[in-house]
């Protein structure tokens, strides 16, 4: 098939003319445009549920990991009629999010080459009240995923303490995410998720302050670990679990069973990979969606 030849297809009953299946976006693998469509395709199943409602940063890399990329947020004015957007008023403006919620989304998402899916943690319809509280842990030079694997013990340990339960996932780059999920009435970000995220941030830090570090700052960050809180806030998005990252290889950000961090030499998937551990495994995130905790009164 020439690059740019157009494919048009039926997707649960919406149509879509798909271009340039065979691309490469990932060179050094051959990873082509048609294959992440494949994936986002076959992954659909349970990535779609993490995605349903929530308003949806695009990252979109059309000519490949190796030739840039742009954020988009609001949703694209060529995009087809049947394609839901969620309008949110974020600061001074309102934006047209996209809203994920089918199959058909995910396959135009992915032939516009939005390789990696940023979706709010709040809901569209209540987006000043976050689903979840996150953490990204984040190596800084000298540390690795050794290292992450340890905080993440140690932050699960600390909100055991709290009552809180959490899961964990690769952030299918160089760290380890903690999800804490909420799913209740009277959570906010100011005086919930980001107060509460920093000061155990915070907390850590001071107990460990040879492996711990709650500051973004450069100088700060050698053989540590950053728990960055930061992205507790209604203008950020995390990176979505089952997204593909744009690396070299097609690695994607996979949940993961506690006990795996005990091996932190294994903790990088592909989307193969995924695709297998699913089919095995189920979705192992998917508490983080109907698991609801009440955030505890500093």
Known sequence: MAAAARVDVEVEGR?????????????????????????????????????RDRPLTLKRYPNGV????????????HRPDWVRVAPIELSTKTIDFVLCND??????????????????????DDIDRPAVMAFDLDPGPG?????????AFILRD????????????????????????????????????KALSHALARHLEAQHPKLIVSQQK???????????????DENKTTVGVYSLRARE?????????????????????????????????????EPVIALQQELPNL
């Open 103 to 124: 199959l058909a989304t995910l396959v135009w998402l992915a032939n516009l080459a939005d390789l990696e899916l940023h979706p709010s943690l709040s809901l569209a």
């Open 143 to 151: 540390a690795g995923l050794r290292e992450c694997c340890e905080v």
């Open 249 to 285: 290889r097609p690695t994607v950000s996979t949940p993961l069973a506690w006990e795996e961090l005990e091996d932190p030499a294994s903790l990088v998937f592909e989307a193969a990979d995924v695709l297998k551990r699913v089919e095995e495994r189920g979705d192992l995130f």
């Open 15 to 51: 149509r879509l003319s798909l271009s340039n299946l065979d691309k490469v976006l990932y060179p050094a693998v051959g990873f082509t445009k048609g294959q992440v469509i494949d994936y986002y395709t076959r992954i659909a199943p349970v990535v779609l549920p993490h995605l």
């Open 218 to 232: 450069k100088e700060l960050r050698k053989d540590k670990v950053l728990i960055d809180w930061s992205q507790n």
């Open 66 to 77: 190796e030739g840039g990329h742009f954020y988009e947020k609001n949703a694209p004015s």
């Open 158 to 193: 600390a909100l055991g303490q709290l009552g809180l339960e959490c899961f964990p996932k690769t952030s299918g780059s160089k760290g380890i995410q903690i999800y804490v999920p909420l799913n209740v009435e009277g959570v906010d970000y100011d005086h919930g998720t």
